[in-house]
């Protein structure tokens, strides 16, 4: 952020600026390499911090403690929304001071928020509760993997109290409770199964715990409800894309005697006020509401939350579709079919609804995605498993994109022409809009599926002080 403020103040780091009856110069080599690297040092940093922060909130509280255990599921929600508002300020304010007041001050404003965000996690690091690094999960899963190849011949045990448990080697990697024997994807059990060799001598790539080996099995099984919210996040991303090219052509003013243009690329401000209301909705009243019904401390299972969500995202974009098709129509009417550039008497508002309802499934589906991940994760690896939930950000915008790539060539028709050219007005859109909702579709019932047949990861807490162990069941 700092570099990025600076190229942004002082004129060396960027071309001179345009003059109306001259082509501008192009930025040099070491400009471009200085913009470059400041959006790369931004990538790696939100990868260090997002994948992390969730987690490491959440282990503040004590999962052994019921009271606090309760206060986790809130703590999703608040966070959410505090990243919310956030991305509402960023969207608002921050462009507003880049667009009017410079872009120094528009880069510097961001620049010392996060010094001081930088200030006060390092004030307040004596408070924390910290858990001890120990040692990479990503090797632990090699080890049972290897281990249960070398002994693919071995007969299966017929009790599985007679598969290899070390408490003591589990010890730091089940600070809550250890995993314990699961039925399914047996093959894997093979690698708690003890030699004589093993006996002897343990060694963690011919020998793995049960603990271990449930890791990994635990892993294996969020694989399939991960791989269904990549579909929601190729949904909405069509908000940054399209919709804001429908914007661009649809009458931007407030009222007919306002003068006023709300900008395309404010129209976000939707998607993130339905969100934030959403969440607000869901603490306040949802929760305690489905308490009593459910009994459940966080008021619906996240898989519940999360199915809710990828319902909701099927009908924007439906939604979409119906409204494109009216912005055409609308088109047709003004007779400006064959010009884009002029504005189609239909206010910007009819974009409203699909915006809003992103952003209601934003609020059930990322928070649901996130709960699930940092509680069905094996305990050492939560800050792993929350990673996997901006991965799967990542995978769908390039699926998004990769789609519009397939429309473009499979469409395509003479002169040029496909369902997605330049002007709007004379493609559709709109098919895009349904194939995304027919695949949401499907998706949706792939997720009904996942979920039905979901075995919760089964953990046996260690109480505190003197208390007895207590197993959790494997539904909850």
């Known amino acids: 952020m700092i570099s990025l403020t600076v190229s ?53 509280f004590d999962e052994s403690d019921p009271k606090e255990k309760t206060k986790t599921w809130n703590f999703f929600n ?22 009017n007041v410079g872009w120094g001050w528009g880069l510097g404003i961001p620049t010392l928020a996060m010094a001081i965000s930088v200030v006060s996690f390092i004030a307040g690091y004596s408070m ?27 007969p299966m045990v017929s009790d599985p109290s007679c598969l290899y448990e070390n408490e003591e080697m589990d010890a730091p990697i089940s600070l809550s409770g250890k995993l314990v024997h699961t039925k399914q994807l047996r093959f894997l059990d093979k690698a708690a199964i003890i030699t004589e060799e093993g006996r002897r001598q343990p060694n963690p790539w011919r020998l793995s715990t049960v603990h271990r080996v449930e890791e990994l099995k635990s892993v294996i099984r969020m694989a399939p409800i991960w791989a269904a919210g990549i579909l929601v996040i190729t ?34 401000v939707f998607t993130m006020l339905a969100m934030l209301a959403t969440i607000s909705l869901y603490d306040r009243a949802l929760i305690p509401l489905a308490r009593r019904a459910t009994g459940l401390d966080r008021g619906i299972s996240f898989l519940h939350r999360m199915g809710i969500g990828f319902a909701i995202s099927t009908l924007a974009t439906l939604v979409a579709g119906l409204v494109e098709v009216r912005r055409k129509a609308a088109a047709a009417s003004a007779g400006l079919l064959d010009d884009p550039a002029v504005t189609i008497p239909i206010s910007v508002f009819w974009l409203v609804p699909q915006y809003a309802l992103h952003g209601i499934a934003e609020a059930f589906t990322s ?35 990769m789609l519009v790539s397939v429309v473009h060539h499979y469409s395509a028709g003479p002169g040029g022409s496909n369902w997605l050219p330049e002007n ?10 349904w194939i995304i909702t ?35 069941p494997s539904r909850v």
């Open 424 to 433: 709007l007005n004379r493609g559709r859109l709109e098919y895009l809009y």
């Open 8 to 60: 942004a103040i002082i004129p060396r780091f960027r071309p001179p600026p345009c003059s109306p009856k001259q082509n501008c110069k192009e930025a040099s080599a070491w400009q471009l390499a200085v913009l470059y690297s400041s959006l790369l040092l931004t990538a790696l940093g939100a990868g260090g911090i997002r994948a992390c922060v969730v987690a490491f909130g959440a282990d503040q």
């Open 438 to 472: 027919l695949l949401q579709l499907l998706n949706l019932v792939y997720y009904v599926i996942c979920a039905k047949f979901y075995t919760y990861k089964p953990l046996q807490l260690r109480q505190r002080k003197e208390e007895e162990t207590v197993e959790l």
């Open 367 to 401: 928070i649901g995605h996130l709960e699930f991940f940092y509680d069905q994760a094996p305990e050492s690896m939560r800050s792993t498993a929350t990673a996997l939930f901006w991965m799967s950000i990542s995978v769908g915008n390039y699926v998004s994109t």
């Open 235 to 268: 949904a909405s991303s069509q908000q940054n894309t399209f919709s804001l090219q429908q914007a661009r052509t649809m009458d931007r003013r407030f009222s007919p005697a306002s003068s006023f243009l709300i900008p395309p690329g404010s129209m976000t």
């Open 78 to 99: 608040w966070y959410y929304f505090c990243m919310g508002v956030s991305m509402l300020l960023a969207v608002t304010v921050v462009v507003y001071i880049q667009d």
């Open 128 to 154: 924390y509760r910290h858990l001890k690094p120990s040692g990479s999960p990503f090797t632990r899963l090699a080890q049972v993997v290897v281990a249960a190849v070398r002994k693919r011949e071995m």
